[in-house]
């Protein structure tokens, strides 16, 4: 089996969704010139204002003009697409912090953040509703099959394990990670500890400093890193190798030996 390329941009979007997309636009473009299929874009990267969400940060929709380009982009490139962004749909008075997977002109899967960030002093759930627990949606991927989670929801272990549960064999963290005491040690030891207790790749792609903590990387299933990424803004890629995650379960047959699952708090 081939190996996927994918590319990471890691970056501070700005306070207009068409800004950030034709950013989006043109590192798609250029992963697909360089040979990547697949190129992946941090939270919030539909619009931020001064550093995080509020009741005036602009939102998309479902249906709106930025997802039909991102659908577009796709098609036209042949590379697929996960991003995060603040959608608003009419179920709830508040916008979804939303990760989204487009690939061959559709959004073919998306996951709403869990667990809001509120902690460390600040207070995501001012401006965004929490998404319920709904059936897990994959994006499939040259030979793989791409789970969504978003930034805080790394911290709960069993986010992840849902999403394994349900098939996923590699999963991408959309975060804006905040800088402070031990924040990267804790982004880097989570990564790490999602790829090595689910034997799944791990793409953590991240904001850039100085709000966010940069470091956005690519894990192999046994914990290693196969890309990293400083504290700055930038662009990078990498090939995956979907045959080892099938080795790594092989030589530690640890989804046989589990006794435990997963159930939904109440």
Same mark, same amino acid.
């Given at each position: 089996?081939?190996?996927?390329?994918?590319?990471?941009?890691?970056?501070?979007? #700005?306070?207009?969704?068409?800004?950030?997309?034709?950013?989006?636009?043109?590192?798609?473009?250029?992963?697909?010139?360089?040979?990547?299929?697949?190129?992946?874009?941090?939270?919030?990267?539909?619009?931020?204002?001064?550093? +995080?969400?509020?009741?005036?940060?602009?939102?998309?929709?479902?249906?709106?003009?930025?997802?039909?380009?991102?659908?577009?982009?796709?098609?036209?490139?042949?590379?697929?697409?996960?991003?995060?962004?603040?959608? /608003?749909?009419?179920?709830?008075?508040?916008?979804?912090?939303?990760?989204?997977?487009?690939?061959? +002109?559709?959004?073919?899967?998306?996951? $709403?953040?869990? $667990?809001?960030?509120?902690?460390? #002093?600040?207070?995501?759930?001012?401006?965004?509703?929490?998404?319920?627990?709904?059936?897990?949606?994959?994006?499939?991927?040259?030979?793989? /099959?791409?789970? !969504?989670?978003?930034?805080?929801?790394?911290?709960?272990?069993?986010?992840?394990?849902?999403?394994?549960?349900?098939?996923?064999?590699?999963?991408?963290?959309?975060?804006?990670?905040?800088?402070?005491?031990?924040?990267?040690?804790?982004?880097?030891?989570?990564?790490?500890?999602?790829?090595?207790?689910?034997?799944?790749?791990?793409?953590?792609?991240?904001?850039? #400093?100085?709000?966010?903590?940069?470091?956005?990387?690519?894990?192999?299933?046994?914990?290693?890193?196969?890309?990293?990424?400083?504290?700055?803004?930038?662009?990078?890629?990498?090939?995956?190798?979907?045959? /080892?995650?099938?080795?790594?379960?092989?030589?530690?047959?640890? !989804?046989?030996?589990?006794?435990? +699952?997963?159930?939904?708090?109440?």
């Amino acid at each position: 089996m081939t190996a996927g390329r994918i590319t990471l941009h890691q970056w501070a979007p #700005g306070a207009r969704p068409q800004d950030n997309l034709e950013v989006i636009q043109e590192v798609v473009r250029n992963a697909c010139a360089e040979g990547s299929t697949l190129a992946v874009f941090p939270e919030y990267s539909s619009a931020l204002d001064a550093g +995080g969400p509020s009741a005036q940060t602009e939102t998309v929709t479902r249906e709106g003009e930025w997802v039909s380009a991102l659908r577009d982009l796709t098609k036209d490139t042949g590379v697929s697409v996960v991003v995060g962004a603040l959608v /608003r749909s009419k179920s709830t008075a508040l916008p979804h912090n939303t990760m989204m997977a487009f690939s061959d +002109g559709e959004l073919v899967a998306s996951a $709403h953040k869990l $667990h809001l960030y509120d902690a460390f #002093g600040a207070r995501e759930s001012d401006a965004i509703a929490p998404g319920d627990i709904e059936t897990c949606e994959l994006l499939e991927w040259e030979g793989l /099959r791409v789970g !969504m989670m978003a930034c805080y929801d790394l911290r709960f272990p069993e986010v992840a394990r849902r999403l394994v549960d349900a098939g996923a064999t590699a999963l991408v963290v959309p975060a804006q990670w905040m800088a402070g005491d031990n924040k990267t040690l804790h982004w880097d030891t989570l990564l790490r500890a999602r790829a090595i207790e689910n034997q799944v790749w791990v793409v953590g792609v991240n904001q850039p #400093g100085p709000l966010a903590v940069g470091a956005s990387q690519v894990i192999d299933p046994v914990g290693q890193r196969v890309l990293s990424l400083g504290a700055a803004a930038e662009t990078a890629a990498c090939e995956i190798e979907p045959e /080892r995650v099938t080795n790594t379960r092989l030589e530690n047959p640890m !989804m046989v030996a589990r006794r435990f +699952g997963v159930e939904p708090k109440g």
